[in-house]
């Protein structure tokens, strides 16, 4: 099946990727995994669509996780960059530090000699940056205090790898030293440290002028000439120059990426050069997963069964505690430690490269690398996995064990009011009843948040809202109303179901954001549902008017009647949203809702508008008078 | 010092307008009055009542400006006075901040003159129709002025109209170079009937 053909390949590569990223998605596996799998399926040992050139693709592809280091980079200001130097130098120093710590002695146990375990032990202490960040950012969880430690940690070992390549030859027995991996020689090799380090300092200093002084007017020219094609290219060019530029004074083309991307993160055509970049570094990590996925060697598996998953089971458990560990010193809430243990505990693709490198330098024996890589590749299949588990199985009962470490329930004060969800738009809801004298019990979920919050001085209480005991506790049975401004649409659903069976007698005013989730929710049986944009959405609206010149009154009327007439149409929609089952149907329901809607707006603005303080008709009357004379 | 006119103009509808429209056109860049447009003002009647004191405060004179709805003003002239007349500021024992100030309306109806009047369809005349706002101007120790008034605005030409519009220029400058023989004016039923004399 091997054939040279360039797009045989393509069109293997990208069949895989869009077979199996929607069925892994439709599963809820996420997409990473998706690619995984359908690399295991194609690779060598099972279908045979990919064979050893897959080794070549994932040098190829690797280019993705560049990519993905310079797109970060473009959403992290230096300033923000600098308030993340304790977590990247604490928690990332300590996580490599310790792992390589406790990984050397169990290579020594093992029988390798001190050097190979040592090798092993920092090559197995990085975990995988494209793994994770592509997981992280597919559930929405880089913002968390768990995501943003991990990226700090990742961002550590991606700067970590560069020493780490320095060391390796040096820990050979024989002093053979190679170049680094592929072709790429340092131009610099032959410095001593102190000047390695100067030309480093030096050409980050450089490029800090050149994004500021020489990129911007470049690509202010470029822009002008409004071809598309130019400016992407533009763009791979200046990732693949910094690339290469770092390759040749030896620092991890990715980090070096990272770092033009923070240069450029405040530049004007920080977004332009992200929507550029962004297909590109999709489809070369995809790929990338897809040759990880391919490189698993299913012949060693089954021929060495119980050291392989032994190996396996060690390098998680042990990891995995050893972050747990660290987050917990570092005083990280304990579900976002599991997010960060859970998504960390795995060895990544600089395990890969430093490995072969460790191998091209006689530091590790080569049925060692072997073994070690195939030990790699399956955690790397396993890690999506434990973020599911950890998302589905172990966080929802998390809020529990927390609550009850964090507030005594009986000290939680009763009001009328009880908000769930302290964010953008439970906040606003607290701020106006307190400016109006009534006071609300908060509940929230994320243990950082409400610690943060309780430091302003804000009484927030930590805990999940669908749990019959915290309502309780929270005053349920003596309170009136019940808001619920969460954007979690299973959590809504699930506080509505029990208010419903334990505390009957509450109003629920619940914030929806969605189309479909507004439905479910009105089934679901609340008192009324806020759609979480359409206000500002309206008062947009009213505002273009006004700016058009219409009279500030009369839009206010309409935008009145639109938002009733809009209302009114929702709940009908959810009535009768139920009479038809298949997919098709509901769309085709959905456009003739939508039509209904205009139509009906359209009705309105002959009959009602314009006989809002109308003189037409009195106008005519008067004529006819004024003729009968 | 010369005095200073506040005309609040209160037009629901003013997209639809005609004769006000040419009425007020030239009201805002008059020197000596302050021209505030009471529906784009608070299009949510959210009146902002120390602003208006403080701008009532100010003027000698204050102009209601409106068509008329239901032998009334248009409601947010209504919430205004519901608003921002307060008990202690503008009435009452210690309410003297509008003492000896004028009130004035600019009236547009969409009827003839002879339906205002005992043998007419609206059987009062205009300025009995204002007896509460005569009164209004009264507890609040103000000199009510008789209104100006446009009759049956909905047939009136654009030359018409516009004749309108200059008279009731000529009126605001009358009163800003203190030319209004005020005892006089108190005795008319319109202040309409002034104008010629202005002419002069």
């Given at each position: 099946m091997q054939q040279g053909n360039f797009l045989f390949q393509a069109f293997i590569y990208l069949l895989a990727a869009v077979v199996s990223v929607p069925v892994a998605k439709r599963l809820g596996l996420g997409s990473v995994l998706g690619y995984l799998l359908a690399g295991v399926i194609m690779g060598p040992f099972i279908l045979g669509f990919i064979g050893d050139e897959g080794q070549d693709i994932m040098h190829f592809a690797e280019f993705g996780v560049v990519m993905m280091l310079f797109l970060i980079g473009l959403e992290l200001q230096p300033a923000k960059l600098w308030r993340l130097r304790i977590p990247i130098l604490g928690l990332g120093g300590a996580q490599v530090g310790v792992t390589t710590l406790v990984f050397t002695p169990v290579g020594i146990a093992l029988g390798l000699p001190w050097q190979a375990s040592l090798a092993i032990g920092l090559a197995l202490a990085l975990s995988s940056t494209a793994l994770v960040m592509q997981s992280l950012a597919e559930k929405n969880l880089t913002k968390t205090i768990g995501g943003r430690n991990a990226f700090s940690v990742l961002l550590f070992q991606d700067i970590a790898v560069i020493p780490i390549l320095a060391i390796l030859p040096l820990l050979a027995p024989s002093n053979v030293v190679e170049s680094l991996p592929g072709n790429s020689f340092s131009w610099i090799e032959s410095f001593p440290f102190w000047a390695k380090t100067l030309v480093v300092i030096g050409v980050f200093a450089g490029f800090f002028f050149i994004g500021k002084y020489l990129i911007r007017p470049l690509f202010h020219v470029i822009a002008k000439t409004r071809l598309t094609e130019i400016f992407t290219a533009a763009a791979l060019l200046l990732i693949i120059g910094t690339a290469l530029l770092m390759t040749k004074i030896g620092v991890s083309p990715a980090l070096g990426a990272f770092m033009a991307g923070v240069m450029l993160a405040q530049s004007e055509y920080r977004h332009e050069l992200e929507t550029n970049i962004l297909p590109f570094k999709g489809l070369l990590l995809g790929l990338f997963f897809i040759s990880v996925g391919a490189s698993l060697n299913l012949r060693l598996l089954t021929a060495e069964p119980i050291l392989v998953f032994s190996l396996v089971g060690a390098l998680i458990v042990l990891k995995f505690i050893i972050l747990m560990v660290i987050g917990r010193i570092f005083k990280m809430k304990a579900d976002s430690t599991l997010l960060f243990a859970f998504s960390l505990a795995q060895g990544g693709e600089f395990a890969f490269i430093l490995l072969s490198f460790a191998l091209q330098n006689n530091v590790?024996?080569?049925?060692?690398?072997?073994?070690?890589?195939?030990?790699?590749?399956?955690?790397?299949?396993?890690?999506?996995?434990?973020?599911?588990?950890?998302?589905?199985?172990?966080?929802?009962?998390?809020?529990?064990?927390?609550?009850?470490?964090?507030?005594?329930?009986?000290?939680?004060?009763?009001?009328?009011?009880?908000?769930?969800?302290?964010?953008?738009?439970?906040?606003?809801?607290?701020?106006?009843?307190?400016?109006?004298?009534?006071?609300?019990?908060?509940?929230?979920?994320?243990?950082?948040?409400?610690?943060?919050?309780?430091?302003?001085?804000?009484?927030?209480?930590?805990?999940?809202?669908?749990?019959?005991?915290?309502?309780?506790?929270?005053?349920?049975?003596?309170?009136?109303?019940?808001?619920?401004?969460?954007?979690?649409?299973?959590?809504?659903?699930?506080?509505?179901?029990?208010?419903?069976?334990?505390?009957?007698?509450?109003?629920?005013?619940?914030?929806?954001?969605?189309?479909?989730?507004?439905?479910?929710?009105?089934?679901?049986?609340?008192?009324?549902?806020?759609?979480?944009?359409?206000?500002?959405?309206?008062?947009?609206?009213?505002?273009?008017?006004?700016?058009?010149?219409?009279r500030a009154f009369q839009v206010s009327r309409a935008s009145k009647r639109f938002a009733k007439h809009d209302k009114m149409a929702l709940y009908e929609f959810a009535k009768t949203r139920h009479d038809h089952n298949s997919h098709l149907n509901k769309i085709r329901t959905h456009f003739e809702e939508l039509e209904k809607l205009i139509q009906r707006e359209q009705e309105d603005k002959h009959q009602h508008k314009n006989l809002d303080w109308d003189t037409l008709s009195r106008v005519t009357e008067q004529k006819q008078l004024a003729r009968k004379k | 010092m010369k005095p200073r006119i506040l005309i609040l103009f209160a037009h629901p509808a003013f997209e639809k307008s005609r004769v006000n429209r040419v009425l007020i056109q030239n009201l805002a860049s008059m020197e000596g009055i302050t021209f505030r447009d009471l529906y784009q003002e608070y299009p949510d009647f959210d009146i902002h009542v120390p602003n208006e004191k403080a701008l009532l405060e100010a003027h000698e004179l204050l102009v209601f400006h409106y068509p008329m709805y239901w032998y009334s003003t248009p409601s947010l002239i209504k919430e205004y006075l519901d608003l921002v007349l307060e008990h202690g500021w503008a009435y009452g024992m210690k309410g003297n901040a509008l003492q000896g100030k004028y009130m004035m309306h600019v009236i547009t109806t969409g009827a003839q003159e002879k339906t205002y009047g005992k043998a007419g369809s609206n059987h009062f005349t205009i300025r009995q129709l204002l007896a509460p706002m005569e009164q209004t101007a009264s507890l609040c120790k103000m000199h009510f002025l008789p209104p100006f008034v446009v009759y049956g605005s909905l047939l009136k030409t654009e030359q018409e109209i516009d004749a309108f519009r200059h008279d009731l220029e000529l009126l605001y400058h009358a009163f800003l170079d203190k030319v209004i023989d005020f005892e006089k004016a108190a005795k008319v039923s319109c202040l309409n009937s002034l104008i010629p004399e202005l002419k002069k």
């Open positions: 590790i024996p080569s049925e060692v690398v072997e073994i070690l890589i195939a030990v790699t590749v399956i955690t790397m299949l396993l890690t999506p996995v434990f973020m599911l588990i950890n998302e589905r199985l172990i966080q929802p009962r998390f809020g529990t064990k927390e609550k009850e470490d964090e507030v005594d329930e009986s000290g939680i004060e009763k009001n009328s009011v009880i908000i769930a969800g302290f964010g953008n738009m439970g906040s606003v809801v607290g701020r106006f009843l307190q400016a109006n004298g009534v006071k609300a019990t908060f509940l929230d979920i994320d243990a950082d948040n409400v610690e943060l919050l309780r430091k302003l001085g804000i009484k927030v209480y930590y805990g999940d809202a669908s749990r019959r005991s915290l309502l309780q506790a929270a005053g349920a049975e003596e309170a009136e109303l019940l808001i619920i401004t969460l954007n979690d649409l299973d959590k809504t659903l699930a506080i509505v179901d029990t208010v419903h069976k334990y505390f009957p007698h509450l109003t629920i005013l619940s914030r929806a954001s969605g189309w479909e989730s507004v439905y479910d929710i009105i089934d679901a049986g609340v008192h009324d549902v806020y759609r979480e944009n359409f206000d500002s959405a309206l008062h947009m609206g009213k505002d273009a008017l006004i700016k058009l010149g219409f | -």
